[in-house]
């Protein structure tokens, strides 16, 4: 409720009484009619008058201004909780920003790592195949050397044995 409403108020409520204490029911005399049979309504009037001004100072105006106070908290309540709402709001936006970035950077670094680690075990295998390779090699000229060897060894006494049999079957020395 606002001062104009409340002054307003003020001012309408002597009329109304006026009007409701007019509003007795008229009494019938003799002869004449009488609106206002005695005196009391006068003494309602001036009393109604009298109270009007300490009341208002006393009663209205105090319950007015308290509800104007809180007209004026509240109003100061509602626009402090628009202006949090907007800083929340904002500080959420900021919040959801800086979740986004560090998705995003945190992807990247898994996709560079990722990456790094897919090179690194390329070459790791490279390098493990070339010696592969090249034990690979070194073990087949060894085979193929350890062979060479045999035959020759092989050789040597399969020549050995056959004179060794010629000699027993011959009874002599081929030398």
């Excluded at 009619?33 to 009298?50: A, Q, T």
């Excluded at 295998?125 to 087949?140: D, L, W």
């Amino acid at each position: 409720m606002d001062r104009h409403s409340a002054s307003s108020t003020a001012k309408t409520l002597p009329a109304l009484a006026i009007g409701l204490l007019c509003a007795l029911p008229a009494h019938a005399a003799a002869e004449t009619l009488e609106i206002f049979p005695d005196e009391r309504i006068f003494y309602l009037i001036v009393l109604f008058v009298l109270l009007v001004f300490p009341v208002n100072k006393l009663l209205f105006q105090p319950v007015f201004r308290v509800l104007d106070e809180r007209d004026a908290r509240i109003e100061g309540a509602r626009k402090r909780a628009d202006e949090v709402g907007a800083e929340a709001e904002a500080t959420l936006g900021r919040y959801r920003s800086a979740v986004r970035s560090a998705r995003e950077e945190a992807e990247s670094g898994r996709k560079q790592a990722l990456e790094e680690a897919r090179r690194e075990q390329a070459q790791l295998t490279g390098s493990v195949r070339s010696e592969a390779e090249a034990e690979i090699n070194r073990a087949r000229e060894e085979v193929a050397g350890a062979l060479v060897d045999a035959r020759s060894q092989l050789r040597e006494q399969a020549e050995e044995l056959a004179r060794e049999a010629a000699t027993r079957v011959l009874g002599r020395s081929l030398r």
